[in-house]
């Protein structure tokens, strides 16, 4: 028996390596260690941990000034920004919106004890179609809740006339839309107020964390106390909420500000990469012409639900974790009624995102690109 023998005997019951760990459809990015424990040193120094403390402030005035807005707001989380972006805003009764978007943006209508009334989405953009805003205004709605999805910027202009004719309130969840333009400038720019969310899984991220954006002083003031308790000193206003940034989550952000560069860049190459190597076989949205756009997600269209469920299923048979962002469609939830918008069904039950995160490396890009091509050949390939 030779060494090749014995080593051959041995092999199976060896560990193989490493084990490989399935491909996420999203991973937060981290700034380095010394970086982040840098920013929290500041608040150790001071043991200032919250309250708008200087890192939340810092945080504040670098975003304000990012987006050339006049007001931005720090908030614990994107769905509170929705809800007192609704509350600062006197916005009550019937409220106009996307059925394509994350729960949240429903959500929060109803906890601010509006009503959300869906309409339907432009089949291209996935985002809402102003089109169809008219014909579903009554004398109960005030405002248009609308989502820059994908970071895709919603018909600003026409959603804008619409609401000036109208005298409605715009709000924008703009949970996806950080550092997109519209003709130049910040898309946060449009609306009554805009509102972000700094999850860790999005694309510039505070762990947990959101802000809002607003333009008028008077909506402003209003936001800064309901986001603290509603009271100045013994002095109480209206009724609050705690939706503070504490001063560990805005160091993150201040973290990972200088590497914004480095994200927005890597993420355009794996998109160019995967258009370079999936075109043709899946529709994708439309980015319109004006936008700078931030590469976000990485949404695909299939033909139908079965070929979506299908590539879902053998996509993780290899590894690769895809999700069904967004689904189901908003006006299909238990606890709305009375609305059908087939776009947004149509495109809920298609789509599929891609993994997309600044660490994936070139090859388990053309990896999962060469996945998705061989499931659709073989599955279209067969006749079905
Ligand atoms: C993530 C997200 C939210 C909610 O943000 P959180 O910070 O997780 O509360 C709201 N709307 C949309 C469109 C989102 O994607």
């Known amino acids: 028996?030779?060494?090749?023998?014995?080593?051959?005997?041995?092999?199976?019951?060896?560990?193989?390596?490493?084990?490989?760990?399935?491909?996420?459809?999203?991973?937060?990015?981290?700034?380095?260690?010394?970086?982040?424990?840098?920013?929290?040193?500041?608040?150790?120094?001071?043991?200032?941990?919250?309250?708008?403390?200087?890192?939340?402030?810092?945080?504040?005035?670098?975003?304000?000034?990012?987006?050339?807005?006049?007001?931005?707001r720090l908030m614990s989380n994107g769905t509170l920004a929705i809800q007192l972006a609704i509350r600062a805003l006197g916005v009550k009764g019937k409220v106009i919106t996307t059925p394509y978007s994350y729960v949240a943006t429903t959500s929060a209508i109803l906890w601010e004890g509006c009503d959300p009334v869906f309409v339907d989405v432009d089949r291209d953009t996935c985002c809402?179609?102003?089109?169809?805003?008219?014909?579903?205004?009554?004398?109960?709605?005030?405002?248009?809740?609308?989502?820059?999805?994908?970071?895709?910027?919603?018909d600003v202009e026409a959603i804008d006339t619409i609401a000036r004719?109208?005298?409605?309130?715009?709000?924008?969840?703009?949970?996806?839309?950080?550092?997109?333009?519209?003709?130049?400038?910040?898309?946060?720019?449009?609306?009554?107020?805009?509102?972000?969310?700094?999850?860790?899984?999005?694309?510039?991220?505070?762990?947990?964390?959101?802000?809002?954006?607003?333009?008028?002083?008077?909506?402003?003031?209003?936001?800064r106390l309901l986001r603290s308790f509603g009271h100045i000193g013994d002095e109480h206003y209206a009724l609050g909420m705690n939706a503070k940034m504490s001063e560990v989550h805005a160091a993150m952000g201040m973290a990972i500000l200088p590497h914004m560069p480095y994200i927005l860049e890597r993420r355009r190459a794996i998109v160019e990469a995967y258009d370079r190597s999936t075109h043709g076989m899946v529709a994708r949205p439309r980015i319109p012409e004006g936008t700078g756009y931030n590469h976000a997600y990485y949404p695909v269209f299939l033909n139908d639900?079965?070929?979506?469920?299908?590539v879902l299923k053998e996509m993780a048979a290899?590894?690769?974790?895809?999700?069904?962002?967004?689904?189901?469609?908003?006006?299909?939830l238990p606890y709305v009624s009375g609305m059908s918008c087939p776009v947004s069904r149509s495109l809920s039950n298609r789509v599929l995102c891609l993994p997309l995160y600044p660490d994936l490396t070139d090859e388990q890009v053309l990896r999962i690109a060469d996945a998705l091509l061989s499931i659709l050949q073989a599955y279209r390939g067969a006749g079905c």
């Open 1 to 72: 028996m030779g060494e090749q023998d014995l080593i051959a005997v041995t092999a199976p019951s060896a560990p193989q390596g490493p084990p490989v760990l399935p491909i996420q459809v999203t991973k937060a990015f981290l700034p380095p260690f010394a970086e982040y424990s840098a920013w929290l040193g500041k608040a150790y120094g001071t043991a200032v941990l919250t309250n708008n403390g200087p890192i939340h402030r810092d945080l504040e005035e670098a975003l304000r000034h990012r987006f050339d807005v006049p007001y931005l």
């Open 128 to 154: 809402i179609d102003p089109a169809l805003i008219e014909a579903a205004i009554t004398p109960d709605t005030t405002a248009i809740l609308a989502t820059h999805v994908y970071g895709i910027p919603c």
């Open 165 to 223: 004719k109208h005298g409605l309130k715009v709000i924008y969840d703009a949970a996806h839309a950080f550092d997109v333009t519209w003709k130049g400038r910040s898309i946060l720019q449009w609306g009554d107020a805009s509102t972000l969310s700094f999850h860790a899984t999005k694309l510039f991220h505070t762990v947990e964390g959101g802000a809002v954006v607003l333009h008028e002083h008077g909506s402003d003031d209003r936001l």
């Open 305 to 310: 639900e079965q070929e979506r469920e299908l």
């Open 318 to 332: 290899r590894g690769i974790n895809c999700r069904r962002y967004f689904y189901p469609s908003l006006d299909t």
